[in-house]
């Protein structure tokens, strides 16, 4: 079943494009959903002018075979404006791979789950962690160990420091009952 798009204009002016229930807002924040970014790229996809952007003839990749027309007819449509790079740069965030074409005049991008007719997989696309991301995790779940050892060092020093303290306690009781008591004998002389 071929889904149809519907282009329509938010009470702001923007434009909208939907498939079937699915909105893509051309002013919504994509950085919170990822996803939202995807079905921009693949609503754009299906509107472009096929000289400007259009699927490959297999559908497993998509070229952008004119920059300028593309910046300036998709990317200040669906993207605020970025400049294509920019868009590269995104979309390889997003683990698609990027070819030039050996003419140099266009850009083939392709992903394993984005594929034309494919729109169910396009929620599961999301932006490739991060390198430093992962090596901060790595750093939180190391100092979270050692804050646990820490811990459980402090829990034992606790005990032997009360278990010392318990120690030289009895030692004064025990010296105390321990020592003769000393009387003084006062002699008188008279």
Known sequence: ???SLMPSVNRNGSVRKSIDSIEVSATGSWSKH??????RVYCALETSRKSVATWTCNGTAFAVLDIPAFE????????K????????RILNGYGFKRAKRKDGTA????????RHGNWK???????KRKPVEEV?????????????????DLKEMRQEIGRLLQEEDEEEQSEMQQEPSQTTNYSTTS
């Not at 404006?81 to 590269?88: D, N, T, V, Y």
């Not at 850009?107 to 984005?114: A, I, N, R």
């Not at 997989?121 to 932006?127: H, Q, W």
């Open 121 to 127: 997989n396009l929620p599961r696309l999301a932006p």
């Open 1 to 3: 079943m071929e889904r």
């Open 81 to 88: 404006g970025i400049r294509f790079h920019s868009f590269a």
């Open 34 to 39: 990822p996803q939202l970014y995807m079905q």
């Open 107 to 114: 850009y083939d991008f392709q992903h394993p789950q984005f």
């Open 72 to 79: 300036q007819e998709i990317l200040t449509v669906y993207f």
């Open 136 to 152: 901060m995790e790595k750093r939180v779940e190391d100092l979270t160990i050692l804050c646990g050892e820490l811990q459980k």
